[in-house]
């Protein structure tokens, strides 16, 4: 079955390549969110080939190529597959809640190499028309890994999310002056523990207050450090990074 072609949602897009999985939002009328994807595929042909094959089950609004071209796959209307099992301040649901764009690159599994200065460019300008036309925070511009920790880390520390930072399009690396304190990590309990799953839920991970330093909020600080603290994810809380989330507390509307 051919997809039915559509008319591009930005001005950016190059070409509309129109992929059939996508469905209706649920629960709201329009995303208020972009979550930012690499493709973890060998070549960005294979890549949207996947993304249009019917019995892939996956999709993405926009698709940028290595050389900053744009495609479009699924109108911003309609829900995208892209999240899959996926949670984000108070939200299960965040296909219905966002706009996916995936960014060609090959992942860790392909040796993370850098994303070439024309892509990133063109992701951030992309983020800046839709965030303008859907009045989208930039605390609402995330990472898969953000969104889904423990299953997907796209899309990976080599993103350089100061670019967009700089463009005041997502949130930026606090890079908070350093202070004395405890280095936390797996196996740790108590208030020190407590307090930090408690300030990376405020911020909108899926952290639960247990004042045990376990498996999940390792996972979950490593999310952290992908975003925030991309020269060391280890899933240790080190002063650093305890002194990051601190300063990221996201007020929550
Ligand atoms: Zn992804």
């Not at 983020?127 to 036309?133: F, G, K, L, P, Q």
């Not at 997907?152 to 606090?174: I, N, R, S, T």
């Not at 405890?182 to 247990?210: N, S």
């Not at 600080?221 to 992908?226: E, L």
């Amino acid at each position: 079955m051919i997809e039915a072609v559509f008319a591009a949602d930005s001005p950016l897009v190059d070409f509309v390549r129109a992929s059939p999985n996508h469905g209706e939002r649920r629960g709201r009328a329009a995303p208020d969110a972009i979550v930012l994807h690499y493709t973890g595929m060998p070549t960005a042909e294979g890549a949207l080939d996947r993304l249009c094959a019917a019995d892939a089950q996956v999709s993405c609004h926009y698709f940028v190529f290595e050389d900053g071209r744009i495609a479009q796959l699924v109108p911003e209307a309609r829900r995208a597959w892209h999240a899959g099992l996926s949670f984000w301040a108070g939200e299960n649901d965040m296909n219905s809640a966002s706009i996916g764009i995936e960014i060609v690159n090959p992942g860790h599994d392909g040796g993370a190499p850098p994303f070439p200065r024309a892509q990133v460019e063109a992701v951030a300008r992309l983020c800046a028309d839709i965030m303008e036309r859907r009045a989208i925070a930039p605390e609402r511009v995330l990472a898969h890994s953000d969104i889904s920790p423990g299953r997907k880390v796209d899309p990976g520390e080599a993103f350089p999310w100061e670019v967009l930072a700089a463009a005041g399009l997502c949130l930026a690396d606090p890079a908070p002056a350093a202070r004395d304190g405890m280095t936390l990590a797996r196996g740790a309990t108590g208030a020190p523990v407590r307090a930090l799953q408690e300030a990376l839920a405020r911020f909108g991970y899926r952290c639960e207050a247990t004042g045990v330093y376990d498996a999940a909020t390792e996972t979950v600080v490593a999310a952290f450090q992908r975003r925030f603290r991309r020269a060391r994810v280890d899933g240790v809380a080190d002063v650093r990074t305890r002194a990051a989330v601190e300063s990221l507390r996201a007020p929550v509307a």
